[in-house]
């Protein structure tokens, strides 16, 4: 997705309150669509040129909740709704409505963005010498030690056979 400076943004919106294009001949012009156009001119109109200035935030469940109702109750556009709320993009209301729909409030719920951090395990607390834990958790060392010389011992005595074959030969 292209970004666009704030003043390739109120040129556009300029050239459109003023006549000189459509939504989408000023889009063509931008290599944009028209619903960028269109967004932009709906959030000049209703906070100025601070509208079009790009906002990251994380929005909250109950912000989402609210605009979610404002645009049911009032039956505004998501255009509208999304420039009467400073909301940079109108599909985003879009995503929080099926998400609501689907999944159910829960869903709305922000979620941490980035790479999870790496946490250290902690060590886990030796068992009591004699305890029961203890006993188990040597018997299951020595099986797993038992084991391993096993398949080490049939992996030699297979080794043995295949030099012997080729001696043979």
């Known amino acids: 997705m292209t970004r666009f400076t704030l003043e390739q943004k109120l040129s ?6 003023q006549g000189r294009g459509s939504y989408k001949s000023i889009a063509r012009m931008l290599g944009t669509g028209h619903m960028s156009i ?6 000049f109109e209703a906070h100025g040129k601070e509208g079009l200035v790009p906002k990251y935030t994380n929005y909250s469940q109950q912000f989402k909740i609210d605009v979610i109702n404002y645009m049911n109750e009032i039956g ?3 255009i509208e709704t999304a420039a009467i709320y400073q909301i940079a993009s109108p ?5 929080w409505r099926k998400q609501l729909e689907e999944q159910g ?11 999870r951090s790496v946490k250290k395990e902690t060590k886990k607390t030796k068992p009591v010498e004699g305890s029961q834990e203890a006993l188990l958790a040597e018997i299951d060392r020595l099986r797993m030690e038992n084991a391993y010389l ?3 011992n ?3 005595q297979e080794k043995e056979k295949l030099q012997n074959r080729t001696k043979r030969k």
């Open 12 to 17: 556009a919106v300029d050239d459109y309150l």
């Open 38 to 43: 269109q967004t932009w001119v709906a959030l």
């Open 76 to 78: 505004t556009s998501l």
């Open 91 to 95: 599909s985003t209301i879009l995503k």
């Open 105 to 115: 409030v829960d869903a709305l719920q922000s979620k941490k963005r980035g790479r």
């Open 150 to 152: 096993k398949k080490l």
């Open 154 to 156: 049939a992996l030699v």
